[in-house]
């Protein structure tokens, strides 16, 4: 069964330092999907990406977040300047045509800003 | 209020049990409706889709009223697995496809 995976699975930076988190999609899916979830809070939309370009964005995806479909599989998440609060588990989500299908999410990357 | 609110937990129950979860929401714009579950520090998958007419699959039954804006899941016959958390989510039309997620309620199946 196609899975949507994400590397790393854990990143450990240093406050102030940019950070990517990588994600490949389900290939056939169309909507990509960033979510965040601080340790012991519920999941938090960040923003949606459809035909490259963010279709919905959360108040917390500020302008030190961006998003990037480089190629044909990938789509990343930049942090350029991270914080300590930026510390959370980062959830990809991506589904396959209208944007209220079943979302399908990767299995996260911890993120720990020391 | 909160988007989306769920029973606060934990849930307690021996294996066998019935369960039910209770969730609210508050958006009228609210268009498709999901209960997803979580396992410890995991991704949440995607129980079940929820519809207007209730849904069944095996021991779980969802139940959506409109009106209320309330949203239920039963599970029956609870198994060791079915420990998790259990999270109510929904999303809004013309907001890009943005899951609100509700808080969760654990649950815990004992032997």
């Known amino acids: 069964e196609p899975e949507v995976t994400q590397t790393p699975s854990h990143q450990v930076t240093q406050m102030g330092q940019e950070v990517i988190l990588h994600c490949v999609p389900i290939s056939n899916h169309l909507y990509f999907y960033w979510y965040r979830q601080i340790l012991g809070q519920k999941v938090e939309f960040l923003v949606s990406f459809y035909n490259n370009e963010i279709s919905e964005k959360s108040e917390i995806f500020d302008d030190q977040f961006s998003v990037e479909r480089p190629d044909g599989s990938n789509f990343t998440l930049k942090i350029r300047s991270t914080k300590l609060e930026d510390s959370a588990m980062y959830f990809c989500?991506?589904?396959?045509?209208?944007?209220?299908?079943?979302?399908?999410f990767g299995p996260g990357t911890r993120l720990t800003v020391l | 209020r909160k988007e989306v609110e769920q029973d606060p937990g934990p849930f307690n129950v021996p294996e066998g049990a019935t369960v039910a979860f209770n969730c609210t929401y508050s958006n009228s714009a609210s268009q498709s409706f999901f209960w997803y579950r979580q396992d410890c520090r995991k991704e949440p998958k995607l129980l079940m889709s929820?519809?207007?007419s209730g849904n069944e699959d095996g021991r779980f039954t969802a139940q959506l009223n409109r009106a209320s804006q309330y949203i239920s899941l039963l599970i029956r016959d609870s198994k060791l697995s079915d420990s998790a958390t259990y999270l109510c989510?929904?999303?809004?039309?013309?907001?890009?496809?943005?899951?609100?997620f509700g808080q969760g309620t654990e649950l815990s199946v004992k032997p």
């Open positions: 989510v929904v999303n809004i039309v013309n907001q890009g496809g943005k899951l609100i």
């Open positions: 929820v519809y207007s």
């Open positions: 989500a991506s589904n396959p045509s209208t944007s209220t299908d079943t979302q399908y």
